[in-house]
T-cell receptor, first 116, second 116 residues
Framework: DAGVIQSPRHEVTEMGQEVTLRCKPI?????LFWYRQTMMRGLELLIY????????DSGMPEDRFSAKMPNASFSTLKIQPSEPRDSAVYFC??????????????FGPGTRLLVL | KQEVTQIPAALSVPEGENLVLNCSFT??????LQWFRQDPGKGLTSLLL?????REQTSGRLNASLDKSSGRSTLYIAASQPGDSATYLC???????????????FGKGTKLSVKP
């Protein structure tokens, strides 16, 4: 398996523009997570899905952020409109739940976002 | 609210030294604890996972311990090598009430540099 795939790897945009980050989880995994990493706050969970259904989006910073998972092999994280403070590395991770509990998460390489 | 703290934030050692990285968490109601490694510009790789009922896990030169009652975990690296240079993150998977799944809470990591 190729692992978790994220695109783009790098994104530079101007304030106010829409940004869409994409993730393909490992085939067969039923959990998908979106994280954001900054120097100040470290790694924070934004939202996670189980079987394509959003379970906990309490980490989504504000209404400008939205995430979807239309099928088991694809998810998007959208920021509209983007702001300079959204600059961070965004990670997607997937996992297989065993007996209803998540075990090891496998992380993608991340998307490095810079909003000017 | 669960908080995970890692000390020190950075550590530099000469090659061959044994070293210990520390992680503490405020809420002992965890399901498991994981240690991850992050290389610059890359995603996270899971190193060791300790279930709440376990006290330690070993993989090669790595040994992780867990003391739930005191809210502490350590990652021991034996005979360090320059290739061990990376940021090491500790994360706890917490219980979630109401039947929904919990999520990983990360520390900010310890940046390790092993000098030849």
């Amino acid at each position: 398996d190729a692992g978790v795939i994220q695109s783009p790897r790098h994104e530079v945009t101007e304030m106010g523009q829409e940004v869409t980050l994409r993730c393909k989880p490992i085939s067969g995994h039923d959990y998908l997570f979106w994280y954001r990493q900054t120097m100040m706050r470290g790694l924070e969970l934004l939202i996670y899905f189980n079987n394509n259904v959003p379970i906990d989006d309490s980490g989504m910073p504000e209404d400008r952020f939205s995430a979807k998972m239309p099928n088991a092999s694809f998810s998007t994280l959208k920021i509209q409109p983007s702001e300079p403070r959204d600059s961070a590395v965004y990670f997607c991770a997937s996992s297989l739940g065993i007996s209803g509990r998540v075990v090891t998460q496998y992380f993608g390489p991340g998307t490095r976002l810079l909003v000017l | 609210k669960q908080e995970v703290t890692q000390i020190p934030a950075a550590l530099s050692v000469p090659e061959g030294e044994n070293l210990v990285l520390n992680c503490s968490f405020t809420d002992s109601a965890i399901y498991n604890l994981q240690w991850f490694r992050q290389d610059p510009g890359k995603g996270l790789t899971s190193l060791l996972l300790i279930q709440s009922s376990q006290r330690e896990q070993t993989s090669g030169r790595l040994n992780a311990s867990l003391d739930k009652s005191s809210g502490r975990s350590t990652l021991y690296i034996a005979a360090s090598q320059p290739g061990d240079s990376a940021t090491y993150l500790c994360a706890v998977y917490r219980w979630s009430s109401g039947g929904s799944q919990g999520n990983l809470i990360f520390g900010k990591g310890t940046k390790l540099s092993v000098k030849p």
